[in-house]
């Protein structure tokens, strides 16, 4: 593995980069209209969503409550281009994501979003600098370079020791952080979490979430969690439950902004 510049730089906060400066701007980050999403199955059609509706603005971090099977890793995989609606518009970042090529939405997806699922979903074979690298690389960064911002990255979530070890040699939650660091290495303004800590115990859960908190703040991030985990819901800016293809409100935010009750599920 190439060794990491000396000279490296900490990951440059994304609120003082002009390109997207966006805490005063009010158009919302996300936008979408009257959202819907089939599929055929040997029962017949099977529809998840019927006319949905969600605005989010630059800086919310906003969570995604349901029951299983409700439709909240769709809708995410959705908003960050992975998959298409059936009808509707989905505006993210001022681009029609539903209109993209496959190889357009592989762009916007690597300059635009950051990805954490509730399985890190690391390579096993390649060491944690390696795996945080991986986005650059695809980008076409080279290698030296693209090192070199990882090892930042792995500073930044307090693994600067670890960057040598494989996914094996490393806990649930160093793993977790490993995933963040990746999802955010490129500098997404987007960040998409599908249960980021359902696979972890109550402790290490609360240390992620506080992980993705600083971080939400410290780089200007626009967030989307789905999550079981109705504390930690009750953290975000405001908290939203997909039920029967729509979205709604969870709870009355409090003055400070935080999500103050949440309903169980």
Not at 24 to 50: C, H, M, W
Not at 103 to 124: C, D, K, M, S, T
Not at 201 to 226: K, N, P, Q, W, Y
Request: glycine share 8%; proline share 6%.
């Amino acid at each position: 593995m190439l060794e990491t510049s000396p000279a490296a730089a900490s990951p440059t906060p994304r609120s003082t980069r002009e390109p997207h400066l966006r805490a005063t701007n009010t158009d919302p980050l996300i936008q979408v209209t009257g959202l819907q999403k089939s599929y055929k199955t040997a029962r017949g059609e099977l529809t998840l969503f019927s006319d949905l509706n969600l605005q989010i603005d630059p800086g919310e971090m906003v969570a995604i409550v349901g029951q299983s099977g409700a439709g909240k890793s769709t809708l995410l995989h959705i908003l960050g281009a992975l998959d298409a609606p059936s009808a509707g518009t989905v505006y993210c970042a001022s681009t029609n994501v539903a209109n993209l090529s496959p190889r357009e939405a592989a762009a916007f997806r690597n300059r635009e979003i950051g990805y954490v699922w509730q399985f890190h979903y690391l390579l096993p074979e390649f060491a944690a600098l390696e795996n945080v690298a991986m986005p650059l690389l695809a980008r076409g960064t080279p290698k030296r370079e693209a090192l070199t911002v990882a090892a930042n990255w792995l500073r930044e979530v307090g693994l600067e020791d670890r960057s040598d070890h494989r996914p094996g040699e490393l806990s649930g939650g160093e793993q977790q952080r490993v995933a963040l660091a990746r999802a955010l290495v490129n500098n997404p303004r987007l960040l998409l979490a599908d249960e980021p800590t359902g696979d972890l115990d109550e402790t290490t859960a609360g240390r992620v979430f506080d992980l993705i908190e600083r971080l939400h703040a410290t780089h200007g991030l626009t967030s989307i969690l789905v999550t079981h985990n109705l504390d930690l819901a009750a953290r975000c800016t405001r908290a939203l439950r997909l039920e029967g293809g729509r979205l709604a409100p969870l709870a009355a935010a409090s003055q400070k902004g935080r999500c103050n009750a949440v309903t169980s599920e």
